[in-house]
């Protein structure tokens, strides 16, 4: 099991994929905590209202809200948008061990430049179902992709080959 003091920080784009599916549990299930930037928190919440993800993601207990203070520096909030931002520049203040990503021009900033562990929602999937928590990783990333969530079907089949589907 992934032992409870690991610093997972995530971005929007995974907490949406799976609020979409109605698995948004499997980060707690996971990793006990998971840190929000307020950037994300409101793209989710506030911005997102109604959307999936939304009330998901303001009723989860093992979310702790956090406000990125000073804000990510101005290269960085000009490359990528205030969520991806907010959520790189917490990683590396906070040393994270594993930053929650989709975006792949973020994956690519935070683990070049800041030199952080990304992990999608793929690999949340993956990892997932390697401790028991999902029960399959093919029909949820299939289903992420009907409720109009981005996954390349090369990741799909990635995905589910990893955990032998």
């Known amino acids: 099991m992934i032992p409870e003091r690991l610093v997972v920080i995530a971005d929007a784009g995974p907490i949406i994929a799976l609020s979409i599916v109605g698995r948004l549990d499997i980060l707690g299930q996971l990793f006990g905590k998971v ?6 928190y409101g793209e989710v919440v ?10 998901e993601l303001a009723q989860a207990s093992w979310v702790e809200r956090v406000t990125v203070v000073p804000p990510p ?13 907010e959520a ?6 906070r040393s994270a061990d594993i930053l929650l990503i989709d975006e792949r021009k973020g ?15 793929a690999g949340v999937l993956v990892l997932g179902k390697q401790r028991g928590i999902v029960p399959s990783v093919r029909p949820l990333l299939e289903a992420m992709r009907a409720g109009g969530y981005y996954v ?3 990741l799909v089949d990635l ?3 990893q955990v032998g589907e």
């Not at 840190?35 to 994300?40: G, I, K, N, Q």
């Not at 790189?88 to 203040?93: F, H, K, S, Y």
Request: glycine share 12%.
């Open 35 to 40: 840190l929000v930037p307020e950037a994300v």
């Open 46 to 55: 506030v911005q997102g209202r109604g959307r999936p993800g939304a009330l």
């Open 73 to 85: 520096d101005a290269l960085l909030a000009e490359e990528l948008g205030p969520g991806e931002a």
């Open 88 to 93: 790189i520049a917490l990683g590396v203040r």
């Open 107 to 121: 994956r690519r900033i935070a683990t070049l430049a800041y030199h952080l562990r990304v992990k999608g929602t």
């Open 152 to 154: 390349a079907e090369s």
């Open 159 to 161: 995905a589910a080959r």
